[in-house]
């Protein structure tokens, strides 16, 4: 934590839908507070909201904010608006950016299917009952970050180039933050790569198999990427904890995050050595329903219970959330895209205050 006793939080709303839902979540924040729990707020830019303002997607203030703080909570970046911005200057830059100057390099992204939103899963609900499964994605390394990276003409004919690369000590770490997690669940740990095509993932792969010394109450495996995927389609309930790549975790969890019903429910967290983290759902800015009061805030509200169990030492109060998020769905609460003919759907705002109203009583309790 940072040198003051009281934990900071930086609050990067961004583009699209992330004012909106984060505007839930730290309502969510504020019950904490009324009932004791001692947070420090403080507002930065980020995105298409920071190049507005400042003409860059991650401005020097921001960094300094965010290396001041004990964690960051981030709505979403990016919007069509965009899109004949230079590369360097584009929304997404900043939060690329911004992982890499805190060195987030471990990014958790759990799966857990509520039960009260089964019929809401893309697959049949035997299939996805009990889903409960954690992919662990590098996230400062790979193809993502790689240099040499480019665009040219070459005898005028064009072409573009990327550069997957890891060495050793980045496998290294993201193995091991894997292993411990598979430790306090069902210790069982697949990784995932390439490594019949890839000289990148034969690497990745051996020295997961020699972290894996290090931790032999853990069962490990092996998967390749393109097999990983089907499998989380037809049997994802066989998985605990899955390891990869940046590339391969990016399309990975997005795929796991349908299994539960919606992208709009699935919280993440990206931390650095020392647990210093970044908080956010993983769903994109959605700028096609931005400023219409529908989106789904419980992946940010989610989030916020990540933060406090993994960089600010409130686990108790992270359980309370997550148990007022249950009580709101079981009381019949469900925004536009949880929602079925059996239910109608409830404004963001009405959300996050359902689950505030119910986050009050747990504290109270």
Not at 259 to 283: R, V
């Amino acid at each position: 934590m940072t040198n003051s006793n009281i934990p900071k939080i930086l609050v990067l709303p961004g583009d699209g839908i992330g004012p909106e839902i984060v505007n839930e979540a730290v309502k969510v924040i504020g019950c904490l507070r009324e009932h004791g729990v001692t947070l420090e707020l403080q507002n930065g830019l980020i995105g298409g909201a920071a190049y507005d303002e400042t003409h860059s997607p991650l401005p020097a203030e921001t960094i300094a904010q965010a290396e001041a703080c004990d964690a960051v909570l981030l709505g979403a970046v990016g919007g069509p608006q965009y899109d004949g911005v230079e590369r360097h200057l584009r929304p997404e830059q900043g939060l690329l950016d911004i992982r890499a100057e805190l060195n987030l390099f471990a990014n958790l992204r759990p799966a857990l299917l509520y039960a009260q939103l089964a019929s809401a899963s893309s697959l049949k609900p035997e299939l996805v009952s009990d889903l409960d499964l954690l992919i662990v994605r590098e996230l400062t390394g790979g193809i993502y970050f790689g240099q040499p990276r480019a665009q040219e003409v070459q005898n005028n004919i064009r072409r573009a180039y990327n550069t997957m690369i890891y060495d050793e000590n980045e496998i290294r770490r993201i193995a091991h933050v894997a292993f411990a997690a598979a430790q306090k669940r069902d210790k069982r740990l697949c990784s995932v790569d390439k490594a019949n095509v890839l000289e990148v993932s034969l690497l990745w792969r051996e020295v997961v198999e020699e972290v894996h010394k290090e931790y032999s109450d853990v069962e490990l495996s092996h998967m390749y990427v393109d097999n990983a995927a089907m499998q989380l389609v037809r049997a994802p309930k066989q998985f605990d904890v899955m390891v990869t790549s940046n590339l391969f975790g990016d399309i990975l969890s997005d795929a796991a995050a349908m299994l539960t019903g919606s992208i709009g429910m699935l919280p993440s967290a990206s931390l650095n050595e020392n647990n210093k983290g970044m908080y956010e759902p993983i769903h994109g800015s959605a700028p096609d329903i931005a400023g219409k009061n529908i989106a789904n805030p419980l992946a940010t509200i989610l989030s916020v219970a990540m933060m406090l169990r993994y960089s600010l030492n409130h686990a108790v109060e992270a359980d309370k959330i997550e148990q007022a998020v249950v009580m709101t769905l079981q009381q019949g609460m469900r925004t536009q895209d949880i929602s079925d003919s059996g239910n109608n759907a409830v404004s963001t705002q009405e959300m996050g205050d359902a689950v505030v109203k119910n986050l009050q009583q747990l504290m109270s309790a």
